[in-house]
């Protein structure tokens, strides 16, 4: 079971970056997908996650309409879109996927299976 995730870099305050998370090993497509980011210093962070249909997504309260959360089942692949970014935004980002009923996955806790992170800076 593996998840790679791709896709950082270093961009200015006000661009865009789209982070990838490949999942290889399980079916993606029974999991929920989540995203959570990590600045040093810090705790890791809920981002944004999205059911197994696709039908239900959730975001962090500072990401909200600027991120959005997609998958494409049929390439087991997960994205991240992020606009308009912050220099706060900066941070090493993990997918994540779990699974399973009454978990928290706004919690690294509901989580099974976490990519390596992917290093996303932000410049003023």
């Known amino acids: 079971v593996q998840l790679q995730a791709s896709g950082g870099g270093l961009v200015q305050a006000g661009g865009s970056l789209r982070l990838s998370c490949a999942a290889s090993?399980?079916?993606?497509?029974?999991?929920?997908m989540g995203w959570f980011r990590q600045a040093p210093g810090k705790e890791r962070e809920f981002v944004t996650y999205?059911?197994?249909?696709?039908?239900?997504?959730s975001y962090a309260y500072f990401v909200k309409g600027r991120f959005t959360i997609s998958r494409d089942d049929a390439k087991n692949t997960v994205y991240l879109q992020m606009n308009s970014l912050k220099p706060e935004d900066t941070a090493v980002y993990y997918c994540?996927?779990?699974?399973?009923?009454?978990?928290?996955?706004?919690?690294?806790?509901?989580?099974?299976?976490w990519g390596q992170g992917t290093l996303v800076t932000v410049s003023s």
């Open positions: 999205i059911t197994w249909s696709g039908s239900t997504t």
């Open positions: 090993g399980f079916t993606s497509s029974r999991y929920v």
């Open positions: 994540a996927a779990g699974g399973g009923v009454g978990r928290s996955y706004t919690s690294p806790s509901g989580y099974d299976y």
